[in-house]
């Protein structure tokens, strides 16, 4: 089994109709494989979030064809990777947006 994970959640714990919800600590055990999961998760969240916040190439090329709009996107994943190696393996001060000045 993987390792517990915890979350607060807002709970009813007095019955009573007038009293106020209480912030309730819960733990759950998940399988290791739903661990390795969730690890990863952010990662991908957080790679989704470089490509409209940052390159935002789909707002700036504009298409009504569904076929553009994909072949898009992958370049924005091409491009986004390019980036997230290129910081994971150097130690450049040039920041997301002034990479891909640079890379054009």
Request: aromatic letters at 12%.
């Amino acid at each position: 089994d993987g390792q517990p994970y915890s979350r607060t959640r807002w709970r009813q714990v007095n019955e009573s109709s007038i009293a106020q919800p209480e912030k309730v600590e819960f733990s759950v055990q998940q399988p290791e494989p739903a661990e390795i999961y969730y690890d990863v998760c952010g990662k991908i969240d957080q790679h989704n979030r470089h490509r409209p916040d940052t390159l935002g190439i789909e707002k700036k090329l504009v298409t009504h064809r569904w076929d553009h709009r994909e072949n898009l996107s992958i370049f924005a994943m091409i491009v986004v990777d390019s980036w997230l190696v290129w910081s994971q393996c150097t130690s450049g001060e040039l920041s997301q947006k002034e990479f891909y000045y640079e890379l054009a």
